[in-house]
């Protein structure tokens, strides 16, 4: 289903951040999704991964719905 959403997304012309977060069992995993190379985090890397996301899309964050 994830793959589906992305691909949704992308078609709907939304730009894709190559990162997602699993349980700590995936974490370290890249997972290939056309010629993107998406990183899995686990929880632990939850909070610095998103910052780093934030700063890196700055424009963005205004539709992410954070608090």
Do not use: Q, Y
Request: hydrophobic fraction near 35%.
């Amino acid at each position: 289903m994830e793959r589906a959403l992305l691909e949704a997304s992308i078609s709907a012309g939304l730009e894709s951040v190559s990162v997602c977060f699993n349980g700590t069992e995936d974490a370290g995993k890249i997972v290939e999704m056309g010629e993107t190379e998406i990183t899995v985090h686990g929880p632990s890397d939850r909070e610095n991964i998103l910052s780093s996301v934030f700063e890196e899309h700055p424009n963005g964050g205004d539709n992410w719905g954070r608090n």
